[in-house]
């Protein structure tokens, strides 16, 4: 599929898509979301957070908020994977499956991995929806050339266990992550030192791939042979 209309269909169509699949104007309830963000989550442990996910299955506000515009992240990401002909992908932490549906309409090859939830099951219907055939799990299924891990690190209190699958899985691990403080409106993100996180992936024989990195597109690395 031509890549502007492929990402129209991923992101462009998000916020019709959620109407169509829920019945809800995800507008009419964004205040209110925004307020549960930041009054609730705060303070609270992984396991905290996930019992909230639980109790409040259609929360959707950090899933969808975002994405009702082409992230400048897709282009650059695009440019690395296609490198790869014939490579095995992996979307690690698909949610809605924004990426993951833009970049299988482009011809890649990715399946993708989120620990479930009302978000999840949006994405999938979407795949569905758009004829996409793909498989989402809730763990690490196998071996993957590539994975990818987009806005997921940040949103853990301890990352060492999500890195340790990660770096388990795969030969070559793309991440982004942004480590700041609430800022009154928008999803917590937990304040993690970067140089942490290069040293733990680093520690399962990782190095950078300077040669492969551009803008928005930073941190990349490859398994040492």
């Known amino acids: 599929m031509d890549k502007v209309e492929a990402l129209k269909i991923a992101y462009k169509n998000i916020v019709s898509d959620y109407k169509e699949f829920s019945g809800e104007d995800f507008n009419m309830n964004w205040d209110q979301q925004a307020n549960i963000n930041v009054e609730i989550w705060n303070g609270m442990t992984q396991e905290q957070q996930d019992r909230f996910y639980e109790l409040n299955p259609k929360y959707v506000y950090d899933a969808l908020a975002f994405y009702d515009h ?7 990401l695009y440019k690395v994977l296609s490198r790869f002909p014939g490579a095995k ?15 299988r309409l482009m011809g890649l090859d990715i399946d993708g991995v989120d620990n479930g939830g009302y978000h999840v099951e ?10 996409v055939p793909t ?12 994975i990818y891990c987009y806005d997921v690190l940040e949103h853990l209190r301890t990352l060492s ?19 700041t403080d609430i800022n009154g409106t928008f999803p917590i993100h937990f ?7 290069f040293d733990l992936i680093e520690s399962y024989g ?10 928005r597109l930073p941190r990349v690395w490859r398994k040492k042979k």
């Open 161 to 179: 266990p999500t890195v340790d699958e990660i770096c388990r899985s795969c030969d070559m691990l793309i991440a982004c992550w942004e480590f």
């Open 70 to 76: 082409i992230p400048v992240k897709i282009h650059p």
């Open 191 to 197: 304040v993690h030192k970067d140089k942490d996180v």
């Open 122 to 131: 949006f994405g999938k219907w979407r795949l569905e929806k758009y004829k």
């Open 89 to 103: 992908i992996l979307d690690f932490g698909c949610g809605t499956c924004c990426d993951l549906l833009a970049l």
């Open 135 to 146: 498989k989402i799990s809730k763990q690490i299924d196998g071996h993957y050339d590539i």
């Open 206 to 215: 990782f190095e950078r791939d300077y040669g492969l990195m551009m803008p």
